[in-house]
């Protein structure tokens, strides 16, 4: 299973842009999603996550800005950016903490997936 991100691109501050992320490879099902960010110098930390209820938590830095959601038929999340700021520049990346994918005729447990990341840079 793979994880693809898209929508990243250069914003002046107080625009929107929107990301999206889609799991391929034959997922069955999909627990939990998330956001995280790693800007030039800095840790990678959580932006936002989302769970199979739809039940999001969000980094204290972005509530009331971001939006997460998910479909869940297409194994996909989505990051809804409005309001960015300079700080926000980063890299973008999305997370899948556990799912159950296809192999064969059999299902199978995974953990930890990654995106490759997408460049968010926000202009002031």
């Known amino acids: 299973v793979q994880l693809e991100e898209s929508g990243g691109g250069l914003v002046q501050a107080g625009g929107s842009l929107r990301l999206s992320c889609a799991a391929s490879?034959?997922?069955?099902?999909?627990?939990?999603m998330g956001w995280y960010r790693q800007a030039p110098g800095k840790q990678r930390e959580l932006v936002a996550t989302?769970?199979?209820?739809?039940?999001?938590n969000y980094a204290d830095s972005v509530k009331g800005r971001f939006t997460i959601s998910r479909d869940n038929a297409k194994h996909a999340v989505y990051l809804q950016m409005n309001s960015l700021k300079p700080e926000d520049t980063a890299v973008y990346y999305c997370?899948?903490?556990?799912?159950?994918?296809?192999?064969?005729?059999?299902?199978?447990?995974?953990?930890?997936?990654w995106g490759k990341g997408t460049l968010v840079t926000v202009s002031s």
């Open positions: 490879g034959n997922p069955f099902s999909i627990n939990d």
């Open positions: 997370y899948v903490d556990r799912l159950l994918y296809y192999s064969g005729d059999f299902l199978r447990d995974g953990t930890d997936y």
């Open positions: 989302i769970d199979g209820g739809h039940i999001a």
